[in-house]
């Protein structure tokens, strides 16, 4: 367990649909980072906010969007879903943004859109 | 932008034999170096980490990497290898992109160790 909770682990639903992937940081950790995993994209980084604020952007569609709240967790919402969609999305924490302490990631939420 | 290269795809070995994955990336100025590795089915976890000092960085289960500024390489070895090393493997680069400091990664290299 790495201390980053991701629900839920496993996701699957119609186009068009609208999903939420929930992130709960590390104890302690301010920072919160997306990310896209797919076969073809390899690790694509989505979205960092610092303390429920938005520090950097991605490769983020603007079908998707997420938030950080006051208690540092952070959503990533999905919309108007499309196959190719379909991938590992990760979360990781980190103490502070910009860190030089690398990141905790999550187990991830694997979305499957049929 | 900063990019990390991973020329290695896929990477077949036999217990005991050697490994060196190669990782090359792109950006001028100061860098911060991961090895990050993904057992199947599982979060990415951190091997090591080269911040500053001594090029040759020793991490978790035997593994090392070296960081050679003048190749803007950071290349991951380990002397023998066991099956539990099957696993993809990812090497990242945390430096500013804009205002922002951002971990990307390379597009990872599986490691499959043959009994």
């Known amino acids: 367990d790495s201390g980053v909770t991701q629900t839920p682990k496993h996701l699957i639903t119609a186009t068009g649909q609208r999903v939420t992937l929930r992130c709960s940081p590390r104890s302690g950790d301010l920072s919160v980072y997306w990310y896209q995993q797919s076969l073809d994209q390899g690790l694509q980084f989505l979205i960092q906010y610092y303390n429920g604020e938005e520090r950097a952007k991605g490769n983020i569609l603007e079908r998707f969007s997420a938030q950080q709240f006051p208690d540092l967790h952070s959503e990533l919402n999905l919309s108007s879903l499309e196959l190719g969609d379909s991938a590992l999305y990760f979360c990781?924490?980190?103490?502070?943004?910009?860190?030089?302490?690398?990141?905790?990631f999550g187990s991830g939420t694997r979305l499957t859109v049929v | 932008a900063q990019s990390v290269s991973q020329h290695n795809h896929h990477v077949i070995l036999s217990e005991a034999a050697s490994l060196e994955l190669g990782c090359n990336y792109s950006y001028g100025g100061t860098v911060n170096l991961f090895w990050y590795v993904q057992y199947p089915g599982q979060h990415l976890q951190l091997l090591l980490k080269y911040f500053s000092g001594d090029p040759l960085v020793k991490g978790i289960k035997g593994f090392e990497a070296e960081f050679i500024k003048s190749k803007f390489s950071f290349n991951l070895r380990k002397p023998s290898v066991q099956w539990s090393d099957t696993a993809e493997y990812f090497c990242?680069?945390?430096?500013?992109?804009?205002?922002?400091?951002?971990?990307?990664f390379g597009s990872g290299t599986q490691l499959t160790v043959l009994p």
């Open positions: 990242a680069v945390n430096a500013y992109s804009g205002s922002a400091r951002q971990l990307t």
């Open positions: 990781a924490s980190s103490v502070a943004e910009g860190t030089n302490y690398g990141y905790t």
